[in-house]
């Protein structure tokens, strides 16, 4: 079935997503360019369906946020807090094994594990923290820290990123999720994130556990005061590190939300830019296998609608969500494994529950077998 395309600047794109041809940078500015959203879903369904068919993706998670003390003080983030910031938390270790276990009853194949970057906290400790996990939940993948919160331990180690991610794998880190990649761009970053690692050393970061081995996420977070040329280059940055390394599993656009952030002036995103974002995505990052609707993110209605623009996968149970929330996300904390399920099928996909790299699991509620 074809779609009657109303942009003429898409005549030719078509073309080249018909002959499976690789998008250029232009390409991808007049994906951005255009309204014609139709047009755009339509190749990016296409690519979607000949890489993965009707199958949608997701999976039984937990996310664990040790602590939201940071340095950083990102102007996006509402998630940080200063040390001295009465709001401020940091579990102990025992708390952060404990509430690894707590939740509902079905078994997680996944626990996501970010944090802010705390001045105190020391490679050793994550070290622990990773090995009583490993311990107590020995089949669970461990997708742990940010490619800036590695870069900022090697910097107080005194040690290369590489050592920290070697040690953090020998202590059990399995693999790393995609947050901090925000938008790569120098101008964008300065007022964003000014305190973050730049785009080229997220990217080095990304690169060396790739060549360890470990695979990992990749984000990009739009919404905000980027404009379409940012982000084409941030995903034309990932295309390129995809290419040599072969290392990204999914990646996740993001949805800037301001509420409790210094950019509360800017305006949410609206459905149809988190739509746009997911089939752009597909579209350009022709090497990265998995594209996901972050459901907590985009809202389950909109990530549902996104099954069909270009996403594959819709992320996880989830059951405690901290980051989007404290940016005013009125989504749920989690959703029940049943909910995902009908949210998929609903949308007339084939839901096949995966776990973190994707090979397929088969479960009991309390209990997973992941398939070779
Ligand atoms: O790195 C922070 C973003 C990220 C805000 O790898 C914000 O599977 C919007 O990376 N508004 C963390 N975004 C989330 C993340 C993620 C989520 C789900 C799955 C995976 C995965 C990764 O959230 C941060 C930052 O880019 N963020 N503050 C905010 N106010």
Request: net charge neutral.
């Amino acid at each position: 079935m074809q779609t009657v395309i109303e942009d003429p600047r898409l005549v030719p794109i078509r073309a080249k997503v018909e002959a499976g041809e690789r998008l250029s940078f232009e390409d991808g500015v007049a994906l951005y360019g255009t309204s014609d959203l139709l047009a755009v879903g339509y190749l990016a369904n296409l690519v979607r369906e000949r890489l993965h068919g009707n199958v949608t993706y997701f999976n039984v998670n937990r996310h664990i946020n040790p602590t939201d003390v940071c340095v950083a003080s990102c102007r996006l983030c509402a998630f940080g807090k200063r040390a001295r910031d009465p709001k401020a938390y940091t579990m102990s270790l025992e708390e952060v094994w404990q509430r690894a276990g707590e939740g509902w009853s079905e078994a997680v194949t996944e626990f996501h594990i970010v944090g802010g970057l705390h001045p105190e906290l020391t490679l050793d400790w994550y070290c622990e923290m990773l090995r009583g996990l490993k311990q107590r939940f020995p089949k669970v993948h461990l997708k742990a820290l940010t490619m800036v919160e590695i870069a900022y331990l090697a910097r107080r180690t005194k040690i290369s990123a590489r050592e920290t991610l070697e040690r953090l794998r020998d202590a059990g880190m399995d693999s790393l999720p995609g947050g901090g990649a925000e938008i790569f761009d120098e101008r964008v970053r300065r007022i964003i994130c000014d305190h973050k690692i730049d785009g080229a050393e997220w990217i080095e970061t990304a690169r060396a556990a790739h060549q360890l081995g470990l695979r990992s996420n990749c984000t990009m977070l739009y919404g905000h005061i980027e404009n379409d040329r940012d982000r084409v280059d941030h995903l034309v940055r990932l295309r390129a590190l995809q290419d040599e390394t072969h290392g990204f599993v999914t990646f996740i656009p993001l949805a800037f939300h301001p509420d409790n952030t210094p950019l509360q002036h800017i305006p949410g995103t609206t459905g149809f830019a988190d739509i746009k974002n997911i089939a752009v995505a597909r579209l350009m990052l022709d090497n990265i296998p998995h594209i996901k609707a972050y459901w907590v993110m985009m809202t389950p209605r909109i990530a549902q609608i996104a099954l069909r623009f270009g996403a594959d996968d819709i992320d996880g149970t989830i059951v405690e969500e901290r980051i989007y929330h404290d940016a005013g996300a009125t989504t749920a904390q989690g959703l029940r494994r049943a909910e995902l399920l009908q949210l998929i099928r609903k949308a007339g996909r084939e839901p096949v529950e995966r776990d973190t790299l994707y090979r397929p699991v088969e479960r009991t509620e309390t209990a997973f077998t992941v398939l070779a």
